[in-house]
């Protein structure tokens, strides 16, 4: 299965699917839990493969107006399929993108974006149907920021995202899943989703919670 294969047959999957399957398979530190939320809902799914970027307060060495370099990253390196993460600790008052960063990354065929920090232009990303989880908003610029690693591991939540994870995202929340084992996540995730339709037909006929475990081996 190719690269644009794989994340297509991910995002047919729930994020609660995918965190089942990586339980199952003894696949720990996968969930993100660091209070970051959808920019809006409904939010389609989206899975995409990371292209990472850690933002920290403006060293007072730092040299030039814009020493945060997420523009860049997006007009050099993101790609089709690619879900940009950003680590910027937090922080919610300087926003690490906006509208016209989400334009050209959606033209660049980005997947989406998980922030770890602030976002601005909420109205104009919402418009373009682009998938955002975020920490915040704020109308604020990037211009207290500064990008210390481009494609390095960064930790959101107590998980470390490394440049070509992939990371799941819906409403529910965020998933990373080691490209390594992708394959094995995928199919096992596949099968719970069987499992629990399975499920929700016996429980449409009447049977007990009980009853559906049992019959669908869940």
Excluded at 19 to 45: E, F, M, N, T, Y
Excluded at 115 to 122: E, H, L, Q, S
């Amino acid at each position: 299965m190719d690269r644009q294969e794989l994340i297509r047959a991910f995002e047919q999957v729930p994020t609660s699917n995918a965190a089942d399957a990586l339980a199952k398979l003894g696949i720990p530190g996968c969930v993100i839990d660091a209070g970051l939320h959808p920019l809006s809902a409904p939010q389609r799914r989206a899975a995409g493969f990371a292209v990472t970027l850690r933002q920290m307060s403006r060293s007072r060495n730092a040299e030039g107006a814009a020493p945060a370099r997420h523009g860049q990253v997006i007009d050099e390196i993101l790609g089709e399929g690619d879900m940009l993460v950003i680590d910027a600790g937090g922080r919610t008052d300087a926003c690490t993108g906006g509208g016209l960063m989400a334009l050209r990354a959606k033209i660049r065929g980005a997947s989406g974006w998980v922030v770890n920090g602030a976002v601005r232009d909420i109205e104009d990303i919402r418009a373009l149907g682009f998938p955002v989880h975020l920490k915040g908003s704020s109308p604020a610029a990037s211009t207290p920021l500064q990008t210390v690693g481009i494609n390095i591991p960064v930790e959101i939540g107590g998980v470390q995202i490394c440049p070509g994870d992939i990371v799941l995202t819906d409403e529910t929340g965020i998933v990373v899943i080691p490209p390594i084992q992708a394959e094995a996540v995928l199919l096992k995730a596949q099968e719970i989703g069987r499992a629990e339709a399975e499920a929700e037909r016996l429980l449409r006929e009447g049977l007990s919670i009980a009853q559906v475990k049992k019959e669908a081996k869940l």
